[in-house]
């Protein structure tokens, strides 16, 4: 069977198991992931061997010390996935909720009732951990998956797909309602996004580049996530203390991840005040400043050039902009953000309401460090991660984003006139 | 300038505009659909010469008398466009809505405010009225819109932008804010779909080759409406005189609509108590039959072929089917339909609520004609298109498909730990 036959095959079966996952209620879905725990906590030695493997070529192959942290499954790791499996069992079963039923003049009654999107294509790399937190929520929302992972945690994520298949066939699930892709071969990728018939969205987790190219070719919708080029605008009247600890914590609380804060700007009414005792705490915290002219004449600063207002740094780095206010703020936010997080700090009930309805991204804050977007913040309990688009889903992405709604409509035999 | 330019400037300056339409208010939108409304019925006598020069053209292109009858702008249609616009006036806002609003464990306040997509470019076939439709539903969602009409309507269409831009502009807000494309140059078409930076959406009017044909080459999500292959299923429970009348409402209170039945599914034990008297009601209105073997025992009809199954005949033709209950007729709607309208016949709440919860369509119907999966019918009062996707919109598609959501996030100097 050559790539485009197996993936065909694997699709096939999804299609499939997604009709009978409709079928199954709260408690078959809890009890399988409830299964799957108890699962990998047995299987721990059979997953800790299967992972060396991984870890083994992983050195052979030249990975750095970050990306083999990542690879490794250790007893840790396995209380993690556990934890985790339970707590998705614990949330509410997003599928059935019918919402908005009204009668209608003409007598009907008409609803929305919350269904899955179908099948769920999840593509991302090395973390195999992601494996199981991808089966979870596509479970919990009554998807079928097709789990790609990275070629180089493939025998991990062999050893947790046959975890996830006992798991369902022990519930009386079908086993193929996740599958984990067996073959390396990268064409695989090629013809998973190129389904329309077997797959119904592709959500892909991984760098800017693996996203981008998926986005490109893909021939089914995108879940996506691309930059992550935040701001903090300090207006006019921002109390000093929150200015200070919201810029410090959006910035220096992790700086490798997509909601952290990348340029910061200043009213210039602010910025002699704020920007100084900034530049203290910023750099005992080794991160370096790069600024717009009038930062330049206030502070110690790197050069900020147009390249810097556009890029997300995911590093200790903080471009700064000082500006008239919060409509030079806004502007610059239109142009530049990634429409991922804005937050602004003040205290003016007017001001701040305007930065809400006009900033355009898919977490506006009020005084609240950038760090905050997050599906397990928000309350959902769980993410699949964070959409940067504005087409169904948008921000954090939980269980709800991978459902769908149809109209129900309940008659008497009601006829249109 | 040419085609490309031509198309860029309108994408910049909807792009722009839309950036105004966030902070326009409800009052202002809507006094901007009042004053359209207005404008129409002081401009009808324009209106109907600039349409007058399409019709003549029509008939020396020799348009048919239905396609002629589309495109013609009477008296009545423009109270109708007027009237249309009065009621988009009147419902409610959906731009700003802040739901899920709630405390988390951090002590910030989350939740969620409606906001409007940003642009949306609609290209649509000859009816004049939808670019008065189309305008109203986008400025009443906050979008800005990019309406590029059949070129057959084209003088109408020119005429008609001229009443929007005055009404926009007499209430203070941007004429770009929807603009109606000036060239009947087909590429114009090619480049809307293909300016990711200033279009959001693209929502295609018309045949299934054009949505077909938009839908393969968009660069832009498309909010689309393929087939209608909807069915009706007569179940072993059925009340006589519902499957009677909600099978004949569904295939002949009009046939060229997609919401109309094209395959027709009846359990063993019923059909032969409502076939005999079902193709004497459809034969007296001129309804062709088309049946499977068991059918064909039954009455006197063609024989359906496989092709059948999967046609949507927007003509007065049924397909019909015995099948051995509600299990075989879920297969088949799974296999044939279009996940557009299904509806059971049935007195049965077990099996009703089967169908309700597996049946995968857009609209799920218990006991009620297919003709009602409508925006009006359900209380959208209004109507941009139906949607055969699962992802984003589903459905009749009123103002809050037109929209997404954003997460706001209030704090007091909320810092993540």
Redesign the interface.
């Known amino acids: 069977m050559n790539v485009k036959e197996y993936m065909n095959t694997l699709g096939q079966q999804a299609r499939a198991a997604s ?1 009978e996952l ?2 199954a209620t709260t408690a078959d879905k809890n009890r399988a992931l409830l299964a799957l725990a108890n699962q990998l906590e047995q299987s721990s030695e059979q997953l800790k061997s299967e992972n060396a493997k991984d870890l083994a070529q992983g050195k052979k192959n030249g990975l750095d010390a970050a990306m083999l942290d990542r690879l490794a499954i250790t007893d840790a790791g396995i209380a993690g996935m556990a934890e985790g499996l339970r707590q998705i069992a614990n949330l509410q079963d997003p599928i ?1 909720e019918i919402t908005d039923m ?1 009668f ?1 003049p ?1 007598g ?1 009654q ?1 609803g929305k ?1 919350r ?1 899955p ?2 099948v769920v294509g999840i593509i991302y790399e090395s973390r195999p951990n992601v494996t199981i937190d991808a089966a979870a929520l596509c479970l919990k929302s009554g998807n079928a998956a097709i789990l790609r992972g990275g070629s180089e945690a493939a025998f991990s994520n062999q050893a947790l797909a046959i975890c996830i298949k006992d798991a369902l066939a022990s519930v009386g699930l079908p086993e193929t309602a996740v599958q984990v892709v067996a073959t390396t071969d990268r064409d695989a990728v090629g013809e998973l996004i190129a389904m329309p018939a077997f797959v ?2 592709i959500i892909p987790r991984g760098g800017k580049g693996l996203i981008e190219r998926i986005s490109e070719h893909a021939r089914v ?1 995108v879940i996506k996530h691309l930059d992550g080029i935040c701001h903090v605008y300090i207006d006019d009247d921002a ?1 000093y ?2 200015a200070i ?2 810029t ?2 959006s910035k220096t ?1 992790r700086y490798g991840v997509c909601n952290a804060l990348e340029t910061l700007l200043v009213a210039e009414s602010q910025a002699k005040k704020v920007l100084p005792e900034l530049a203290t705490l910023l750099s005992e915290k080794g991160v370096e400043l790069r600024g717009c002219e009038k930062t330049q004449a206030m502070i110690e600063v790197n050069v900020a050039t147009e390249e810097d207002w556009a890029t997300e740094y995911l590093a200790p780095i903080l471009s700064i902009k000082v500006v008239s206010g919060v409509d030079e703020a806004m502007d610059h936010i ?1 142009q530049y953000s990634s429409a991922h997080t804005e ?1 602004i ?1 003040t205290e003016n009930f007017s001001t701040s309401r305007r930065f ?3 900033v ?10 950038t ?3 997050d599906g397990f ?3 959902l309990g769980a993410e699949i991660g964070i959409s940067t ?4 889903a ?3 992405v939980g269980l709800e984003g991978l459902t ?13 006139n």
């Open positions: 009709r409709v079928k059935g009204r209608l003409s009907i008409v009732m269904v999107l179908g119904d969205v919708p109390n203390d929150k600890k919201v410090l914590n609380h239109a937050s700090v809400l309805a006009e355009d991204s898919s977490s506006v804050m009020v005084n609240a460090s760090r905050f977007a913040e928000y309350g688009d504005k087409f169904h948008r921000g954090p769908s709604q149809k109209y129900i409509v309940l008659g008497d035999g009601h006829i249109r």
